[in-house]
């Protein structure tokens, strides 16, 4: 059993502690926060074209598609040394892409994208208008 003084001192430690916490300042997260470039634990960031943000399952590093996005936005917009990685594609496109990814798309699929992405990346290459128009095409055609 415990006696009265060690109680006592208990009580005033834990209304110590309670008044420290309360004096603790804590700011809100503004919308600035909450959308900066850090991922969640398991995922990593990356941005469109039209510079949506989308956070991404590192499981899907292992996808043909998804590296060959990677390999495009290197060659396009170069390694990003404090910034963050952008996709040379808009929001639609790599939303359809990640819902195939996450649905294990079948072998053949995967090819004809691996496919139509060479295409589009060479067109979007030698002239700008053509390679989005294209992509959007891509996506009704599946």
């Known amino acids: 059993m415990i006696n009265s003084k060690r109680l006592i001192q208990l009580a005033r ?83 359809y892409v990640m819902s195939l990814v996450q649905r294990c798309m079948p072998d053949d699929l995967e090819k004809a994208l691996l496919t139509s992405l060479s295409t589009c990346h060479f067109s979007a290459s030698s002239s700008l208008g053509l390679g989005q128009s294209h992509q959007q095409t891509l996506i009704y055609s599946y």
């Open 13 to 95: 430690k834990w209304q110590k502690m309670a008044a420290m916490k309360r004096m603790r300042i804590s700011f809100p997260r503004s919308a600035a926060e909450q959308n900066s470039s850090i991922a969640n634990k398991g995922h990593f960031v990356v941005y469109t074209t039209d510079e949506k943000r989308f956070s991404v399952p590192l499981e899907c590093l292992s996808n043909n598609v998804v590296i060959e996005l990677l390999r495009m936005s290197e060659e396009e917009f170069g390694l990003p040394s404090n910034g963050p990685i952008t996709l040379p594609c808009d929001s639609t496109f790599l939303s």
